[in-house]
C-alpha cells in the first residue's frame, strides 16, 4: 500500500499555481490529453519498477486498467481498486480488507486515466530530445513540481510516442532517491468493457472488512 500511495500521490495532490510552460512539450503532451478525452473507454497493461537507492534493491511489479468516463478498475500489485465514479473501494489482498471512500477523495488510488495523463496537474515542462524506445521514436519530457516543498518528487520523465501521441513510459525520481521506472505494455483504445467490471460486489471477498473513511 505505502507503494502505491508514493507512485500515485502525487497526481493530485499539487496545488494549481501559474508558470511559464514550454511551447513545444506544451503542444506534446495537449495532443496526448486530447487524445485520452475523446476516447470513451480504454484498457492498459503496465509494468513498475521500483528502485531503492539506500539498499539497492528493486521491486518489479505489473499493474492493469479498465477506464470508462469516470469509472475503472485497477489491479496493482495484487490489490485492486474498484471506482463507480462515486465511491471507490481499495481491496488489499494482503490485510485481506477493503477500504471504501468517496470517489473524489481518492487522491493516492491508482487512477489510470491519471496515470495516463500525469503531467495535466501541478508540472511545469521542458522539452528534452527525440530517441528510440523499443523500436519507435519518442518525444521526451522533463516535468518539474510546481510547488516542490509539496512534491514528493524532484522530477519525472515522461517518453510519449511521436506516431501515436500516447504515453509509453515514465521515469519518477522521489526526494529520498527511491526511482519509480513506469512502462506501459499494452494500450487498447475503445474496448468493448461491461458496466460490471465497475461493481464492488461484497461477497467476491469473504471475510474481508469493510472499512469505510
Not at 517518453?159 to 527511491?178: E, Q, R
Request: aromatic share 10%; charged share 25%; hydrophobic share 30%.
Amino acid at each position: 500500500m505505502k507503494i502505491i500511495a508514493l507512485t500515485f500521490l502525487i497526481l493530485l495532490s499539487i496545488p494549481h499555481q501559474t508558470f511559464a510552460q514550454d511551447k513545444k512539450a506544451e503542444g506534446i503532451l495537449n495532443k496526448v490529453s486530447g487524445k485520452m478525452k475523446a476516447l470513451k473507454c480504454f484498457y492498459v497493461e503496465f509494468n513498475s519498477v521500483v528502485k531503492n537507492k539506500s539498499n539497492g534493491k528493486s521491486e518489479n511489479q505489473n499493474g492493469s486498467g479498465w477506464v470508462k468516463g469516470n469509472k475503472y478498475n485497477a489491479s496493482f500489485g495484487g490489490n485492486t481498486i474498484i471506482s463507480n465514479g462515486m465511491k471507490t473501494w481499495t481491496i488489499i489482498k494482503e490485510d485481506k480488507t477493503v477500504y471504501e471512500s468517496d470517489a473524489n477523495n481518492d487522491g493516492e488510488s491508482i487512477n489510470p486515466k491519471k496515470i495516463m495523463t500525469i503531467w495535466e496537474t501541478g508540472f511545469k515542462n521542458k522539452y528534452e530530445k527525440e530517441e528510440a524506445l523499443n523500436g519507435e521514436t519518442v518525444h521526451v519530457i522533463n516535468l518539474f513540481p510546481k510547488n516542490p516543498a509539496k512534491s514528493d518528487f524532484s522530477s519525472i520523465t515522461v517518453y510519449i510516442s511521436k506516431s501515436t501521441n500516447s504515453l509509453k513510459k515514465a521515469i519518477m525520481k522521489s526526494k529520498d532517491g527511491t526511482t519509480i521506472t513506469y512502462s506501459v505494455t499494452k494500450f487498447q483504445e475503445n474496448p468493448s468493457i461491461n458496466d460490471t467490471k465497475f461493481v464492488f460486489e461484497k461477497k467476491n471477498y469473504p471475510g474481508y472488512p469493510v472499512i469505510k473513511d
